[in-house]
């Protein structure tokens, strides 16, 4: 098992910058790649970011390609999304989440096998 805890999130105006990071403990030994998902009120959860963790190779959603960055600390266990230019649409729960292994394609959260209780970002216009 494989314990995820997010941190770092809360209120930010529009155009401002959050960091988030996301904790790892447990059997981290076995960990194919971690990521952010998020889900907006009456919306489905969707894909955010991926970072393969051997490789440090990262994908990202189109609609925060080039605000938003991934990186991982492999010393700390631990995954940060910094988070750029932010928009209100970008006002979500955020999950980390992490795979054990490559189970199919990056972006649907059904291929992941730990998750985060999630936390708020709320960015204000």
């Known amino acids: 098992q494989v314990q995820l805890v997010e941190s770092g999130g809360g209120l930010v105006q529009a155009g401002g910058s959050l960091r988030l990071s996301c904790a790892a403990s447990?059997?981290?030994?076995?960990?194919?790649?971690m990521g952010w998902f998020r889900q907006a009120p009456g919306k489905e959860r969707e894909f955010v970011a991926r970072i393969n963790w051997s490789t440090g190779s990262a994908v990202y959603a189109d609609s925060i390609k080039g605000r938003f960055t991934i990186s991982g600390d492999n010393a700390k266990n631990t995954v940060y999304l910094q988070m750029s230019s932010l928009k209100p649409d970008d006002t979500a729960v955020y999950y980390c989440t992490a795979a054990a292994r490559y189970l199919g394609p990056y972006y649907y959260p059904g291929n992941y096998d730990y998750w985060g209780q999630g936390i708020q970002v709320t960015v204000s216009s």
């Open positions: 447990g059997h981290t030994n076995s960990r194919y790649a």
